[in-house]
């Protein structure tokens, strides 16, 4: 975006440190080059941020350059929003939230200037033990090797409610690691982990890895506890992981979750945000297409729910052009 754009026709030779005080008569030829923050390669997000990059690059007038490259989740997307790395982020509902609102893991520090674009996809907090490890709930975890993710990670941030609201620490396991979402699958099948944590939409390339190569389970979160999470926060819902997505996994899984957000911040200008949301809307069936965890979302949901920050005004431009919003 404006942090990283320059005039491609001032950018040769000597002319390179002019550009960095580009005039607003320039702002017209500029490139705008812009960076979302995403995930792990096989999760979601990285799809998200491909997709969205996909079909912001096709478009012919706006001159937006835009990359997707993989990061370490939700709290990695907030903090690289903030220090001007990226752009735009996906971030789970819960983690925006607590960021704009200044709460959970972003406690005394609201971050104001946070916005929210859309929602897509649901995302529920996915357990996945080994058949052999003997957990078949949610308590049967203490004890055990399990990947809490990595710091940075949605996982990480809605694990540590779990392990608060049931009084865990770290060493409530034999081992708490906090390996990256691309890591976990192989961990698992390696006998390296019982169990992996990820908050992560449906079907997704980590555990289809997990489940086709090691005999693993989903793991159901409806205790109490879970319940008593769910009534306590307005961000988290319950939800089922449908059967029969993974193999060995016949059998509808009920648990808790949150929603995948598109964000940004107030320093990106609202006309790059307007041809974003316009290029990804316009084409809406293309972009439905690129995910089967895409496959029933709706647009005037996605700009209406689940978000806690207030909308970018360039996305709101185009929402209300569409009759979305008031
Ligand atoms: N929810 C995860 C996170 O916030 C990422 C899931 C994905 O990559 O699809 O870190």
């Known amino acids: 975006m404006k942090r990283h754009a320059f005039s491609t026709a001032a950018v040769s030779g000597a002319l390179l440190g002019a550009a960095m005080f580009a005039s607003p008569v320039m702002a017209q030829e500029e490139e705008q080059f812009i960076t979302i923050g995403t995930g792990g390669q096989t999760g979601v997000y990285y799809v998200v941020g491909q997709s969205v990059c996909r079909l912001v690059n096709r478009l012919e007038d706006a001159n937006i350059k ?98 608060n609201a049931k009084g865990w620490t770290e060493d409530s396991f034999a081992l708490a690691s906090q390996l990256d979402a691309a890591e976990m699958a192989s961990a698992l099948a390696d006998n390296n982990i019982d169990a992996m944590a990820y908050v992560v939409g449906h079907p997704n390339g980590a555990i289809q890895e997990a489940t086709t190569t090691v005999d693993s389970r989903l793991i159901p979160l409806n205790d109490d506890d879970i319940k008593g999470i769910v009534e306590e926060y307005p961000y988290y819902s319950m939800s089922v992981i449908p059967g029969g997505l993974y193999k060995g996994n016949p059998d509808d899984v009920e648990t808790f979750g949150v929603a995948a957000t598109f964000v940004t911040d107030t320093d990106t200008n609202d006309e790059v945000v307007y041809q974003t949301v316009k290029a990804i809307f316009d084409n809406f069936d293309r972009f439905k297409q690129l995910h089967p965890a895409f496959a029933n979302l709706d647009p005037q949901e996605m700009v209406t729910q689940g978000l806690s920050a207030p909308l970018h005004e360039g996305a709101a431009r185009y929402y209300r052009e569409q009759g979305w919003i008031e």
Do not use: W
């Not at 104001?112 to 529920?124: M, N, S, T, W």
């Open 66 to 163: 835009c990359n997707a490259p993989s990061t370490g989740g939700s709290v990695a997307n907030i903090n690289g929003l903030k220090s001007g790395e990226l752009d735009m982020g996906v971030v789970q509902s819960d983690v925006q939230y607590q960021a704009y609102n200044g709460t959970g893991n972003f406690d005394g520090e609201p971050y104001d200037k946070l916005r929210a674009i859309f929602r897509v996809h649901g995302e529920p907090l996915t357990i996945l033990a080994r058949a052999d490890s003997g957990i078949e709930t949610l308590d049967d975890l203490e004890g055990k090797r399990v990947n809490i993710g990595n710091p940075g990670s949605g996982q990480r941030n809605t694990m540590e409610v779990v392990m």
